[in-house]
Nanobody
Framework: QLQLVETGGGSVQPGGSLRLSCTGS????????IGWFRQAPGEEREGVSC????????MYTGPVMGRFIVSRDDANNSVYLQMNSLQLEDTGVYFC??????????????????WGQGTQVTVSS
C-alpha cells in the first residue's frame, strides 16, 4: 500500500521552529514531485512549497519564503520541511503530497496523487 506519513507537528511560540517529515511507504519518493500544503481552521487548503522530482528545483509561496526550507533525504525516503520564525498565521494542518513521477514544480492540488494524513502545527503565545 502506497502511503505518505507526516510527523513533526506540535505547538510552538511565535518565532519558534519545527521540522516536519514526510516519509514514503510502499514507494520511493525520489523522482516524484513533493508538495507541502496547509489548511488553517475555516480556510481553504493552500500550497506552501514544492520540490521537483529531479534537478533540485524548489518553489515557495510568498508567506513562507525566507522562513521555510524544504529538503529531500533519499537515504531515508523522506522529505523535510524546516519551518523557522513561525508566526501565528502558520497555524494549521500540514500535508505532504506526491505526484506520480516528476511533475516539475506545481502547487496545483489536482496534480498530486498521494496525500498524507496531515500533522497539526499550532503557533500561539
Amino acid at each position: 500500500q502506497l502511503q505518505l506519513v507526516e510527523t513533526g507537528g506540535g505547538s510552538v511560540q511565535p518565532g519558534g521552529s519545527l521540522r516536519l517529515s514526510c516519509t514514503g511507504s510502499g514507494f520511493t519518493l525520489a523522482g516524484h514531485s513533493i508538495g507541502w500544503f496547509r489548511q488553517a481552521p475555516g480556510e481553504e487548503r493552500e500550497g506552501v512549497s514544492c520540490l521537483a522530482g529531479s534537478g533540485g528545483r524548489i518553489m515557495y509561496t510568498g508567506p513562507v519564503m525566507g522562513r521555510f526550507i524544504v529538503s529531500r533525504d533519499d537515504a531515508n525516503n523522506s522529505v523535510y520541511l524546516q519551518m523557522n520564525s513561525l508566526q501565528l498565521e502558520d497555524t494549521g494542518v500540514y500535508f505532504c503530497a506526491a505526484t506520480w513521477g516528476d511533475f516539475g514544480l506545481t502547487l496545483e492540488a489536482n496534480a498530486y496523487h498521494y496525500w498524507g494524513q496531515g500533522t497539526q502545527v499550532t503557533v500561539s503565545s
